[in-house]
C-alpha cells in the first residue's frame, strides 16, 4: 500500500481483528524468513508496518484449488525494511497466503493504481507444526488507493505447486497502520 500509512498508529482496532491479526502477523514473520533466506527479518526487527483493512473477499485460490467461500473479510499488508511487501490472506480453515515480491519494484499504473510483481507465494496451515512453505513464482498484486475509497486488491500467481489468486475489495475504510 501506498506509504500513506508511515507514522500512524493502531487506533480503535476491533477486537475481531486483534487477535486474528497477531496471530497472522507471527506466521507471516516466519514466512518471510523463508522467503528471503539471506537477508530474511526477523521477528519485529524486519517489519516496517502492516496495515489491515476489513471488506469481501470474493476469490480465493490456493494451489489451483477454490477456497472463495472460506476467504475471511480482511487483508494485512505487510512491509519489511529490506524492502520485501506482501498482501496476506486468510481461509476459514486457518490457512493463510501471503502473496510477496520486492517492493521497489512495483510499477505505478496511474496516480491511484500501483502492480506489485511477486515473486514467491508463502502458504502457512495455523496450527500445523510444519513451517511455512515459500515456492518461487511469478504474478502480480495490483491494488487501489485505499484513501480515496473502497481499495481494490488483486493478486494472482502461479508456482511449481499451481495457481493462486485473491481478489478483495476494502469497506472504503482508511487502513489501520501499525509501525515498527
Excluded at 483493512?53 to 480465493?60: F, I, P, T
Excluded at 486468510?90 to 515480491?101: L, W
Excluded at 494472482?156 to 493462486?164: K, V
Aim: charged share 20%; net charge positive; aromatic share 8%.
Amino acid at each position: 500500500m501506498p506509504s500513506e500509512g508511515k507514522g500512524h498508529t493502531f487506533e480503535s482496532c476491533r477486537v475481531r481483528q486483534l487477535g486474528a491479526l497477531a496471530a497472522l502477523g507471527c506466521l507471516l514473520w516466519a514466512g518471510a524468513a523463508y522467503a528471503k533466506p539471506e537477508k530474511a527479518p526477523t521477528g519485529l526487527a524486519g517489519l516496517e508496518y502492516l496495515a489491515t483493512m476489513d471488506g469481501q473477499c470474493s476469490r480465493l485460490v490456493l494451489g489451483g484449488k477454490d477456497a472463495s467461500s472460506a476467504c475471511e473479510p480482511h487483508v494485512l499488508n505487510e512491509v519489511f525494511k529490506s524492502g520485501r511487501v506482501g498482501f496476506t490472506f486468510v481461509a476459514k480453515d486457518g490457512t493463510v497466503v501471503s502473496f510477496s515480491g520486492q517492493g521497489p519494484k512495483q510499477v505505478k499504473l496511474d496516480p491511484d493504481t500501483v502492480s506489485q510483481p511477486l515473486d514467491t507465494v508463502i502458504l502457512t496451515q495455523a496450527g500445523a507444526k510444519t513451517p511455512p512453505a515459500a515456492a518461487k513464482g511469478t504474478g502480480a498484486c495490483t491494488y487501489t488507493n485505499p484513501m480515496k475509497g473502497p481499495s481494490h486488491i488483486n493478486c494472482s500467481a502461479r508456482t511449481e505447486h499451481g495457481q493462486f489468486e485473491a481478489v478483495f475489495v476494502s469497506d472504503g475504510q482508511p487502513p489501520t497502520f501499525k509501525t515498527f
